[in-house]
């Protein structure tokens, strides 16, 4: 298995290659570097720590349980320990471990030299870190959360957890959040535009469609979660009442919120896991996947499906009969997805004798115990059995099959299978069998006693239980396997500790495999590709392009250095060359906007308004000052026109990375502002009269205007990106000072507005969403504001390179329009709905 | 559906493929079933029973077939599976199969669905039940009965619940009756349940709800009718006067502290409602939801300490002497 034969390039090439691609030495090369690899290796090994202390937690919950009414644990420690080990392994493990796979490995699975935003990939990194920090620092305070990984109102809510602890874990996890999405963000424009000539979506391997699925996953999941955080951290910290039923809030709002993100979280986990098993399997059975088209639909039918079967996590909330069955339909549907993958493996395996390395075993572990967690899905997904197994130790089983056999064995999988890559050496065989024989063994021994157990009536989240249930002997052999795994996983540590150091050498390629990061260096240079490859089958590597393809294809991103970063852009569907696109290098800028981020998010957390205040002006002075071209670039920039080969220094307008980036933005920000008018619309349905009783219909004349103000800014960003196309520096000016005033003026017009309400956001959840939507207008108009003048200040300060600024312009003019349209629509559903409904 | 369910029987576990070991336990240490959902009494959770009796081997059976195609395509001589590259194979394992299975299912499913959503004879009570940290408030409006952790229904005809919570969600399970439902505040669940034979049934709450969760149970103890109208009768009478000099000792001491501010003692002048209705304490099973069951001396650690039995819980314990708690203790007693 070689490489693409290409004519070798000349060393003081590769060594000047080296040098532009390299992170600067020292502290603060540690700090600011940004490549995807060094970012993505931080993710797993921070990812990796936190599952550690997952694990750890969740043998103190296993050695409380192992005998009848113990006394090792107290009940608010218990209640402590499941609560971070849930939300450990759910925000600080599996996502952030996927996404670190992803950051690594698909740049090089796609032969780009880096991912689109790496100063954007670091950030999410540091809000990672910080956030998980943040949540961790809850033992220091002595206010750990205790309301478990779901949160419920309104046991979370300010009435039943006044302590600071919910705050830590509604204010951390959406720090971790912004690191899920700003990794979407990236990763959704890196395999859309990055992936190597002849890539085209139909070659593209099976983990890249998987990441590509789930970034846009996070992109609709995530931003539900976020607005009930926002709501609920409003609801403890200033009184709104968005889930209390005696101010007209609803407590199953949150469960609504939760599930619609809580459970395409579970498939942006599995999803992940399943693309490295389609890795593995090929590899070692050397062969292509069989049904490759059926594989790729069933990732992402599984992605689209994922979010239309919430409720069944509700089946015991009281929902109608009718509801119930048109859930059970959707939750039973995802058998077929799943059931194509784990067929597809088993068929690409079918006859071929493959080797059996530890990476494989994980693969074959991964199918033989994710079919069961997948049976005992079918059967929690049935209304009337899940009446029974719910909230008992049947569905812990369950997920824990699903989520160990389907999430963490790939994992493993996937680390054996790509460590020596990452490292340059080969974890142990040996070792790596003891890794695999004790996990997987503990694993089973621990969780299949557990629906029985669950079946028996022992409920989950319980920190004691009574003799003579008939639940005591289980629960000891289940203690005993939690220990086994923890052994296991032990013997992982220690053979990554020795392998790393005096593992074997491992070459380029040594499992022989057929996607592009085999082609370039165990561990690879930091630039991955000195040349760009070409691709003409989905396993490069196995099916050599043809002498055309080569001609047309290769060469285009050469050794030759130009003393910056170069990457090339190709077309979504087929991957034709586009442009050399010319990639940041290191930059602190990344950190700190992440630490900006936390002082505000510490504000909020300690209630110090003035911190708060900080990080947000913090925050927008860091991102003007990133988003600033930096003199040696804008230099370069002026003198160059298109490369040697013929390809453009530039993608204008809607072709640019930053429209797409923008794009992908909106689409986050709309999901966050449709979640909070879908709440909207779920309290009217609760409540007999809207508004209440008590409360006036609002006045429409300042609204209105508002409204109208919105909209022409709007306009009149339109008008200048116009202006901007034809070259105008002024005309450019004028629109965005024209959207500006515009703006500012519905501010002060919804501000006022809200003054004259005649009633506080805590009198009731109407008045709650009054606020909080206007709010949510206001910050979304005030951001577009700063957007536009920051396109329209580079347009204007330099302005002899406006072909460059150009794509900047069009992305603020998408922002505003986006922004403009929030507005008009919020302000239509607080001021007009009361009217209408 | 009611009489026509299959018997529910201890042997029924034995024949699980899926959770061997399980099967095997079970066979070791009987079958006590006061809390299991394997041991239906009522009509509910055999149906139940039955369905997860018949998933599990359908699963199992599933579970086995894939994991014997896996070991069989990993150990076959060199071959391709099928024709063009599997497709056949896929598109029969992973979608017909998975369809079919799932379309009979989810009719299963449904139809079982329909049969527990109404009882098909008018519900015999009414009980209404108020879920608390940590503790349940039973109430029986038309029969004037108010009590706590311990529910008692007739036998052979269906109760009708009313459940509600004015606090943080709970869940009311009682696995050998049939499945749960959530207490949600400001929303009042329903639920019907039916036990077949008398006996009494464990129930504890499943959804978590706050550092005592593990210690909100409660009992369901299922009478033939007449006994059940002689139970409600006695109930709803209010609490005997305090007789001998210790029994209006104790009561004295238990109206001048702060008992009174959270129990209810129908007849006197105690109407707290934070705590359980106490009006006849003495005929239940248990105290502190489950928790322990009712003696003199379980009463008097649960009174003088409560935070060493169930830490968390919302009553404060009592600064009694000897005979003061003595006295307290009997007149409790006496609550029958």
Same mark, same amino acid.
């Given at each position: 298995?070689?490489?693409?034969?290409?004519?070798?390039?000349?060393?003081?090439?590769?060594?000047?290659?080296?040098?532009?691609?390299?992170?600067?030495?020292?502290?603060?090369?540690?700090?600011?570097?940004?490549?995807?690899?060094?970012?993505?290796?931080?993710?797993?090994?921070?990812?990796?720590?936190?599952?550690?202390?997952?694990?750890?937690?969740?043998?103190?919950?296993?050695?409380?349980?192992?005998?009848?009414?113990?006394?090792?644990?107290?009940?608010?420690?218990?209640?402590?320990?499941?609560?971070?080990?849930?939300?450990?392994?759910?925000?600080?493990?599996?996502?952030?471990?996927?996404?670190?796979?992803?950051?690594?490995?698909?740049?090089?699975?796609?032969?780009?030299?880096?991912?689109?935003?790496?100063?954007?990939?670091?950030?999410?990194?540091?809000?990672?870190?910080?956030?998980?920090?943040?949540?961790?620092?809850?033992?220091?305070?002595?206010?750990?959360?205790?309301?478990?990984?779901?949160?419920?109102?309104?046991?979370?809510?300010?009435?039943?957890?006044?302590?600071?602890?919910?705050?830590?874990?509604?204010?951390?996890?959406?720090?971790?959040?912004?690191?899920?999405?700003?990794?979407?963000?990236?990763?959704?424009?890196?395999?859309?535009?990055?992936?190597?000539?002849?890539?085209?979506?139909?070659?593209?391997?099976?983990?890249?469609?998987?990441?590509?699925?789930?970034?846009?996953?996070?992109?609709?999941?995530?931003?539900?979660?976020?607005?009930?955080?926002?709501?609920?951290?409003?609801?403890?910290?200033?009184?709104?009442?968005?889930?209390?039923?005696?101010?007209?809030?609803?407590?199953?709002?949150?469960?609504?919120?939760?599930?619609?993100?809580?459970?395409?979280?579970?498939?942006?986990?599995?999803?992940?896991?399943?693309?490295?098993?389609?890795?593995?399997?090929?590899?070692?059975?050397?062969?292509?996947?069989?049904?490759?088209?059926?594989?790729?639909?069933?990732?992402?039918?599984?992605?689209?499906?994922?979010?239309?079967?919430?409720?069944?996590?509700?089946?015991?909330?009281?929902?109608?009969?009718?509801?119930?069955?048109?859930?059970?339909?959707?939750?039973?549907?995802?058998?077929?997805?799943?059931?194509?993958?784990?067929?597809?493996?088993?068929?690409?395996?079918?006859?071929?004798?493959?080797?059996?390395?530890?990476?494989?075993?994980?693969?074959?572990?991964?199918?033989?115990?994710?079919?069961?967690?997948?049976?005992?899905?079918?059967?929690?997904?049935?209304?009337?059995?899940?009446?029974?197994?719910?909230?008992?130790?049947?569905?812990?089983?369950?997920?824990?099959?699903?989520?160990?056999?389907?999430?963490?064995?790939?994992?493993?999988?996937?680390?054996?299978?790509?460590?020596?890559?990452?490292?340059?050496?080969?974890?142990?065989?040996?070792?790596?069998?003891?890794?695999?024989?004790?996990?997987?063994?503990?694993?089973?021994?621990?969780?299949?006693?557990?629906?029985?157990?669950?079946?028996?009536?022992?409920?989950?989240?319980?920190?004691?239980?009574?003799?003579?249930?008939?639940?005591?002997?289980?629960?000891?052999?289940?203690?005993?396997?939690?220990?086994?795994?923890?052994?296991?996983?032990?013997?992982?540590?220690?053979?990554?500790?020795?392998?790393?150091?005096?593992?074997?050498?491992?070459?380029?390629?040594?499992?022989?495999?057929?996607?592009?990061?085999?082609?370039?260096?165990?561990?690879?240079?930091?630039?991955?590709?000195?040349?760009?490859?070409?691709?003409?089958?989905?396993?490069?590597?196995?099916?050599?392009?043809?002498?055309?393809?080569?001609?047309?294809?290769?060469?285009?991103?050469?050794?030759?250095?130009?003393?910056?970063?170069?990457?090339?852009?190709?077309?979504?569907?087929?991957?034709?060359?586009?442009?050399?696109?010319?990639?940041?290098?290191?930059?602190?800028?990344?950190?700190?906007?992440?630490?900006?981020?936390?002082?505000?998010?510490?504000?909020?957390?300690?209630?110090?308004?003035?911190?708060?205040?900080?990080?947000?002006?913090?925050?927008?002075?860091?991102?003007?000052?990133?988003?600033?071209?930096?003199?040696?670039?804008?230099?370069?920039?002026?003198?160059?026109?298109?490369?040697?080969?013929?390809?453009?220094?530039?993608?204008?307008?809607?072709?640019?990375?930053?429209?797409?980036?923008?794009?992908?933005?909106?689409?986050?920000?709309?999901?966050?502002?449709?979640?909070?008018?879908?709440?909207?619309?779920?309290?009217?349905?609760?409540?007999?009269?809207?508004?209440?009783?008590?409360?006036?219909?609002?006045? @429409?004349?300042?609204? =209105?205007? &508002?409204?109208? #103000? *919105? $909209?022409?800014?709007?306009?009149?960003?339109? !008008? /200048? +990106?116009? %202006?901007?196309?034809?070259?105008?520096?002024?005309?450019?000016?004028?629109?965005?000072?024209?959207?500006?005033?515009?703006?500012?003026?519905?501010?002060?017009?919804?501000?006022?507005?809200?003054?004259?309400?005649?009633?506080?956001?805590?009198?009731?959840?109407?008045?709650?969403?009054?606020?909080? @939507?206007?709010?949510? =207008?206001? &910050?979304?108009? #005030? *951001? $577009?504001?700063?957007?536009?003048?920051?396109? !329209? /200040? +580079?347009? %204007?300060?330099?302005?002899?390179?406006?072909?460059?600024?150009?794509?900047?312009?069009?992305?603020?003019?998408?922002?505003?329009?986006?922004?403009?349209?929030?507005?008009?629509?919020?302000?239509?559903?607080?001021?007009?709905?009361?009217?209408?409904? | 559906?009611?009489?026509?369910?299959?018997?529910?029987?201890?042997?029924?576990?034995?024949?699980?493929?899926?959770?061997?070991?399980?099967?095997?336990?079970?066979?070791?240490?009987?079958?006590?079933?006061?809390?299991?959902?394997?041991?239906?009494?009522?009509?509910?959770?055999?149906?139940?029973?039955?369905?997860?009796?018949?998933?599990?081997?359908?699963?199992?059976?599933?579970?086995?077939?894939?994991?014997?195609?896996?070991?069989?395509?990993?150990?076959?001589?060199?071959?391709?599976?099928?024709?063009?590259?599997?497709?056949?194979?896929?598109?029969?394992?992973?979608?017909?199969?998975?369809?079919?299975?799932?379309?009979?299912?989810?009719?299963?499913?449904?139809?079982?669905?329909?049969?527990?959503?109404?009882?098909?004879?008018?519900?015999?009570?009414?009980?209404?039940?108020?879920?608390?940290?940590?503790?349940?408030?039973?109430?029986?409006?038309?029969?004037?009965?108010?009590?706590?952790?311990?529910?008692?229904?007739?036998?052979?005809?269906?109760?009708?619940?009313?459940?509600?919570?004015?606090?943080?969600?709970?869940?009311?399970?009682?696995?050998?009756?049939?499945?749960?439902?959530?207490?949600?505040?400001?929303?009042?669940?329903?639920?019907?349940?039916?036990?077949?034979?008398?006996?009494?049934?464990?129930?504890?709450?499943?959804?978590?709800?706050?550092?005592?969760?593990?210690?909100?149970?409660?009992?369901?103890?299922?009478?033939?009718?007449?006994?059940?109208?002689?139970?409600?009768?006695?109930?709803?009478?209010?609490?005997?006067?305090?007789?001998?000099?210790?029994?209006?000792?104790?009561?004295?001491?238990?109206?001048?502290?702060?008992?009174?501010?959270?129990?209810?003692?129908?007849?006197?002048?105690?109407?707290?409602?934070?705590?359980?209705?106490?009006?006849?304490?003495?005929?239940?099973?248990?105290?502190?939801?489950?928790?322990?069951?009712?003696?003199?001396?379980?009463?008097?650690?649960?009174?003088?300490?409560?935070?060493?039995?169930?830490?968390?819980?919302?009553?404060?314990?009592?600064?009694?002497?000897?005979?003061?708690?003595?006295?307290?203790?009997?007149?409790?007693?006496?609550?029958?």
């Amino acid at each position: 298995m070689t490489s693409t034969a290409q004519p070798t390039p000349r060393q003081e090439d590769l060594a000047a290659l080296h040098s532009v691609w390299d992170r600067p030495p020292g502290i603060f090369g540690w700090f600011a570097v940004v490549n995807h690899k060094a970012v993505g290796l931080r993710y797993m090994a921070t990812a990796f720590a936190f599952f550690l202390a997952g694990g750890v937690a969740a043998l103190f919950m296993r050695t409380q349980l192992a005998v009848a009414e113990n006394e090792f644990l107290p009940p608010d420690v218990y209640n402590e320990l499941f609560t971070m080990h849930g939300t450990t392994m759910m925000f600080l493990f599996a996502v952030p471990m996927a996404e670190g796979f992803a950051a690594y490995i698909v740049p090089l699975m796609i032969g780009a030299r880096e991912l689109a935003f790496p100063r954007l990939n670091a950030f999410g990194y540091w809000c990672f870190l910080l956030g998980g920090l943040f949540l961790y620092a809850s033992f220091l305070n002595g206010t750990v959360p205790d309301a478990g990984w779901f949160a419920y109102v309104p046991l979370s809510g300010p009435l039943f957890s006044p302590e600071a602890g919910m705050d830590f874990w509604l204010l951390g996890i959406t720090f971790v959040e912004i690191s899920a999405l700003v990794a979407a963000t990236e990763l959704i424009v890196s395999i859309l535009r990055f992936r190597a000539p002849g890539m085209s979506l139909h070659r593209m391997p099976v983990f890249v469609w998987a990441i590509l699925a789930i970034s846009f996953a996070i992109v609709f999941a995530f931003p539900p979660l976020i607005a009930a955080g926002i709501m609920l951290e409003l609801d403890r910290a200033i009184g709104t009442r968005f889930f209390d039923p005696a101010g007209g809030g609803s407590s199953l709002l949150w469960q609504h919120l939760f599930w619609i993100f809580g459970h395409p979280e579970v498939y942006i986990q599995f999803l992940p896991a399943a693309g490295i098993i389609s890795m593995v399997v090929p590899t070692f059975a050397q062969r292509s996947i069989a049904g490759y088209v059926f594989v790729v639909f069933a990732v992402l039918a599984t992605a689209v499906l994922g979010f239309g079967l919430w409720v069944h996590h509700m089946y015991a909330t009281g929902i109608p009969a009718l509801a119930l069955a048109f859930f059970t339909a959707t939750s039973l549907t995802i058998a077929v997805p799943s059931g194509i993958q784990v067929f597809a493996w088993i068929a690409t395996l079918w006859g071929s004798r493959p080797r059996i390395t530890t990476a494989l075993l994980w693969a074959i572990g991964t199918v033989v115990t994710f079919v069961a967690g997948g049976v005992t899905g079918v059967m929690v997904g049935l209304v009337p059995l899940d009446w029974q197994v719910h909230d008992t130790f049947f569905v812990v089983a369950h997920f824990h099959y699903v989520l160990i056999g389907g999430v963490v064995f790939p994992i493993f999988a996937g680390i054996y299978y790509w460590f020596p890559k990452i490292t340059g050496r080969l974890l142990s065989e040996t070792l790596g069998r003891w890794n695999f024989w004790l996990v997987f063994i503990g694993f089973h021994v621990t969780f299949l006693p557990m629906h029985a157990v669950g079946i028996m009536g022992m409920p989950r989240r319980v920190y004691t239980y009574p003799e003579g249930l008939g639940w005591e002997a289980l629960n000891l052999v289940e203690t005993a396997g939690a220990y086994m795994i923890g052994a296991g996983v032990l013997v992982f540590l220690a053979n990554a500790w020795v392998s790393v150091r005096s593992g074997r050498e491992a070459g380029p390629n040594p499992w022989g495999g057929g996607t592009l990061e085999w082609a370039v260096p165990s561990p690879p240079p930091p630039y991955n590709f000195a040349e760009n490859a070409v691709v003409a089958h989905r396993d490069p590597l196995w099916v050599e392009p043809s002498h055309d393809e080569r001609e047309e294809y290769g060469g285009i991103l050469t050794p030759d250095v130009h003393h910056r970063r170069e990457t090339l852009v190709t077309s979504v569907l087929d991957a034709r060359p586009e442009a050399i696109v010319w990639l940041p290098a290191f930059s602190l800028a990344p950190l700190f906007l992440a630490l900006a981020v936390g002082a505000f998010f510490v504000g909020a957390l300690t209630k110090v308004t003035p911190l708060m205040i900080v990080g947000l002006v913090a925050s927008v002075a860091v991102a003007a000052v990133w988003a600033w071209p930096d003199a040696k670039t804008r230099h370069a920039r002026v003198q160059e026109g298109r490369s040697e080969a013929d390809v453009p220094f530039e993608l204008l307008g809607r072709q640019s990375m930053d429209w797409w980036a923008a794009a992908v933005f909106v689409l986050i920000f709309g999901t966050l502002v449709g979640s909070f008018v879908g709440g909207y619309f779920y309290l009217v349905a609760e409540n007999d009269a809207w508004p209440p009783n008590g409360f006036d219909r609002p006045d @429409l004349l300042f609204p =209105a205007l &508002a409204a109208a #103000a *919105a $909209a022409l800014a709007g306009l009149a960003m339109f !008008a /200048a +990106r116009i %202006v901007a196309v034809r070259g105008g520096v002024a005309g450019v000016a004028v629109g965005v000072a024209a959207a500006t005033v515009l703006g500012a003026a519905f501010i002060v017009l919804v501000a006022l507005e809200q003054r004259e309400a005649g009633f506080h956001p805590d009198e009731h959840a109407y008045a709650s969403l009054y606020f909080v @939507l206007g709010w949510v =207008a206001i &910050a979304h108009v #005030a *951001a $577009a504001m700063l957007y536009g003048l920051l396109a !329209a /200040a +580079r347009w %204007v300060v330099l302005a002899d390179l406006q072909d460059w600024h150009l794509p900047v312009v069009e992305s603020a003019l998408l922002f505003w329009g986006y922004a403009s349209t929030v507005a008009v629509i919020t302000v239509a559903v607080v001021y007009g709905a009361p009217h209408v409904l | 559906m009611g009489s026509r369910r299959p018997h529910a029987s201890c042997r029924r576990p034995a024949l699980l493929p899926l959770p061997l070991l399980a099967a095997a336990s079970l066979l070791l240490t009987g079958c006590e079933g006061v809390q299991s959902a394997l041991d239906p009494q009522g009509p509910r959770a055999a149906e139940i029973a039955t369905m997860i009796l018949v998933t599990t081997i359908l699963g199992g059976a599933t579970w086995l077939l894939v994991s014997l195609l896996l070991i069989a395509g990993l150990i076959r001589r060199p071959a391709a599976v099928g024709g063009g590259n599997g497709r056949l194979f896929i598109l029969g394992g992973g979608v017909a199969f998975p369809a079919v299975v799932m379309v009979a299912l989810w009719a299963y499913g449904g139809v079982v669905l329909g049969g527990q959503d109404q009882p098909d004879q008018e519900p015999a009570v009414t009980i209404e039940v108020v879920g608390h940290q940590w503790w349940w408030e039973i109430r029986y409006p038309d029969l004037g009965v108010v009590t706590a952790n311990e529910m008692h229904i007739p036998t052979g005809v269906p109760v009708a619940l009313r459940l509600t919570s004015d606090n943080v969600v709970h869940s009311f399970w009682v696995p050998a009756l049939g499945g749960k439902i959530d207490l949600l505040p400001g929303h009042t669940s329903s639920l019907w349940l039916q036990a077949d034979e008398p006996g009494t049934f464990r129930g504890q709450c499943a959804e978590f709800c706050g550092i005592q969760h593990a210690r909100m149970a409660f009992h369901v103890v299922a009478h033939p009718p007449e006994e059940f109208e002689e139970w409600a009768a006695e109930q709803a009478e209010p609490a005997e006067d305090a007789r001998t000099e210790v029994l209006q000792r104790g009561q004295e001491i238990f109206l001048g502290s702060a008992c009174s501010y959270c129990h209810t003692v129908r007849g006197t002048n105690a109407s707290g409602r934070l705590g359980p209705d106490l009006t006849h304490l003495a005929s239940r099973q248990h105290i502190a939801a489950g928790t322990v069951p009712l003696s003199r001396g379980s009463l008097a650690g649960w009174i003088v300490d409560p935070q060493g039995v169930k830490p968390g819980a919302l009553m404060p314990g009592s600064r009694l002497s000897s005979e003061e708690l003595q006295s307290l203790l009997a007149y409790l007693m006496s609550l029958d």
